[in-house]
């Protein structure tokens, strides 16, 4: 299979003073001192602070992450500056990264030993795409990329204020100096974004002005006498993808739809971004649908070739177990996920994220025989929903609105109007964002999105056995699952039916629940009956087992591309999280908030279009008949 691992870097600290990558030959700073040069090569030539000071948001996109120190000295300087923009967002891209052990080393002796043990404490698992982390309450952001800068490059999605360019040398490493990259950067400015770097490489100087940039030589640091800094000023511009428009980039007020993890995730993540929020529900309290179930997994997912499903999946798990540390939300540590297909020799993980099991390893840590070798998330586990939901609630800041039900919408003058069942305005705002599950599909019949035949309603029956045989140490998943309840307890299941209307606990549904829990623990013959006990909740489903975020179509010819397909401004949809909630909502909200707003993308552009929830439309007009 492929591993989902990238390559760490190997550092040489024999020199304390400039610690070194053996494998390109070269240092990873000038001796002189990695935060002077940071200071002089990168913030002073991309103007800063000034160029940031009274913004929204300023965004650095950088190549070559090495040991943090312009990330830290930019940090520092956004830091020291009353004046600051309100947030900042780091995008670096490094395709050797550093252990977690050596990042520490390399910052033992840090003159900025606060912020530099507080990306060691986040530093992800070292696996491929992007990962966000946050930092100083979340207006600050790394957006790291791991992985080949060419590839990365061309699926960023992102409006680009100032570039670093801080690759090893050009002649030690051409791939992060060549012209494809560099044009492929390049795409990411808009007039008046810098470019700096300590390089004075001639061909990279000609491809820069090719461009747009307009470049010059500045006073270099240290020993080199020169370096490059440009500012774009292209002569022409074309103009940007309509589909990765922002939703509503001046947005300072938002109205959700929808008080369950969904919901409450976007609300966290516009709230972060200047976005106060206003929650309205149609039950009595948050977490009362499909996000009332008393317990939850969360987890990745593997696949042989590390697809979108897999590669979503990762990303939108570390982002929950990013987002339970920061909110310091109980839950279970660790899970167990059988693998009843793949061999175990074929098993690949990645330190930090996920790791192939023995079948014995894997029922010494369950507490039972388990038939089969799984794969151990560290970092998943199990929680109460609700709680999840109020934790995001509390600290967005949101203001609730319960027993009220939204009937209709309604585009005004500024934005949306959502009606009651009378016709009368109960909220309004510049963005809308419809994030309550199956509750939602009128709504979306009552604007003509024709979503609705796409998506699944699905009953799902969860089994509370009060005096369990056996409680799995850790929440094991496999075919079915079981979570220990921490009284003596186990909840199991659970059951999919789609199109079944049916709220009421059933005995077929708990002897199902109850027979998978016998198999998962390695038992051959049937639990006695037990008291019928659980809960039903519907959730809704894609053919595709993918969420749906995003915005939907403006009126007018459907494009050939998503990214090419106008969309209705100031409404996103943020649905279809099947069994999947407490592991989707917080990377789904962070998501909401960049399409709405205009922010770097926590997702690569493919992945992006994965969860469009327009791609069900463009896959019906590219079939034989038009979609007919």
């Given amino acids: 299979m492929k591993s989902p691992a990238v390559t760490p870097a190997e550092v040489d600290f024999s020199d304390p003073a400039a610690p070194s990558a053996p494998a390109f030959g070269d240092v990873y700073h000038a001796r002189a001192g990695a935060l002077a040069q940071a200071r002089h090569v990168f913030i002073a030539g991309s103007g800063l602070p000034g160029r940031w000071q009274g913004r929204r948001r300023f965004v650095v996109l950088e190549t070559g992450f090495g040991l943090g120190n312009n990330f830290l000295a930019t940090w520092d300087a956004w830091r020291q500056d009353p004046a600051r923009c309100e947030r900042l967002v780091f995008v670096s891209v490094e395709k050797h990264p550093l252990r977690r052990e050596d990042l520490a080393r390399a910052h033992a002796a840090s003159?900025?030993?606060?912020?530099a043990a507080r990306l060691v404490e986040r530093w992800p698992p070292l696996t491929a795409g992007l990962h966000a982390l946050d930092f100083d309450g979340g207006r600050v952001t790394l957006l790291l990329g791991l992985g080949d800068a060419r590839e990365l490059a061309r699926q960023l999605v992102l409006p680009a204020d100032a570039l670093y360019l801080d690759g090893f040398a050009p002649l030690r490493n051409p791939d992060l100096w060549d012209e494809w990259l560099l044009k492929s950067l390049a795409r990411h400015a808009v007039p008046g974004t810098t470019a700096a770097t300590w390089s004075i490489n001639r061909p990279m100087r000609r491809v820069l002005a090719a461009a747009g940039f307009d470049v010059r030589l500045a006073p270099g640091f240290a020993n080199k006498p020169e370096m490059t800094a440009a500012r774009f000023a292209p002569r022409h511009l074309p103009p940007p993808p309509p589909g990765r428009a922002p939703l509503a980039p001046d947005a300072r007020h938002a109205v959700i739809v929808g008080?369950?993890?969904?919901?409450?995730?976007?609300?966290?993540?516009?709230?972060?971004?200047?976005?106060?929020?206003?929650v309205v529900e149609a039950l009595p309290g948050p977490a009362q649908a499909s996000s009332g179930n008393p317990a939850g997994l969360f987890h990745g997912t593997v696949n042989p070739d590390d697809g979108p499903h897999a590669r979503f999946n990762r990303a939108a798990a570390l982002a929950t177990q990013a987002l339970l540390r920061e909110l310091g939300l109980p839950h279970q540590h660790g899970l167990l996920r059988l693998e009843t297909r793949m061999p175990p020799d074929a098993m690949a993980g990645a330190a930090g994220y996920v790791a192939p099991l023995p079948a014995a390893e894997a029922a010494r840590r369950a507490g039972t025989a388990l038939p089969c070798p799984a794969w151990h998330y560290p970092g998943g586990g199990a929680l109460d929903p609700p709680a999840y939901v109020r934790a995001m609630l509390a600290a967005s800041g949101a203001t609730l609105r319960p027993h009220t039900a939204v009937a209709a919408l309604r585009r005004g003058a500024d934005g949306w109007q959502l009606l009651d069942g009378g016709g009368a305005v109960i909220a309004q705002a510049p963005l809308v964002v419809l994030a309550g599950g199956h509750a939602a599909l009128p709504l979306l019949a009552g604007l003509d999105v024709p979503l609705a035949a796409e998506l699944a309603v699905q009953r799902g029956q969860l089994t509370h056995l009060?005096?369990?045989?056996?409680?799995?140490?850790?929440?094991?998943?496999?075919?079915?699952?079981?979570?220990?309840?921490?009284?003596?307890?186990?909840?199991?299941?659970?059951?999919?039916?789609?199109?079944?209307?049916?709220t009421a606990l059933r005995e077929a549904d708990q002897a199902h629940n109850l027979a998978r829990y016998a198999r998962l623990a390695g038992w051959g013959g049937p639990l006695p009956p037990a008291p019928l006990a659980g809960r039903v909740a519907f959730r809704l489903v894609a053919p595709d087992r993918l969420p749906l975020i995003g915005g939907l179509a403006a009126p007018g010819e459907p494009a050939g591309q998503l990214r090419l397909q106008p969309r209705l401004a100031g409404l996103a949809v943020c649905t279809g999280f099947a069994s999947r909630g407490i592991t989707w909502a917080a990377l789904a909200g962070r998501l909401v908030a960049a399409l709405a707003l205009g922010a770097p993308r926590p997702l690569e552009a493919g992945l992006l279009d994965a969860v469009d929830p327009l791609r069900f439309a463009l896959r019906r007009a590219r079939r034989p008949g038009g979609g007919a």
């Fill in 111 to 115: 003159p900025l030993p606060d912020l």
């Fill in 466 to 502: 009060a005096d369990a045989p056996w409680c799995p140490a850790l929440p094991v998943a496999g075919e079915g699952y079981a979570i220990a309840d921490g009284r003596g307890g186990v909840w199991c299941g659970a059951t999919a039916q789609d199109g079944d209307p049916d």
């Fill in 259 to 278: 008080a369950g993890l969904a919901g409450a995730a976007c609300a966290l993540a516009l709230a972060r971004e200047g976005v106060a929020c206003t």
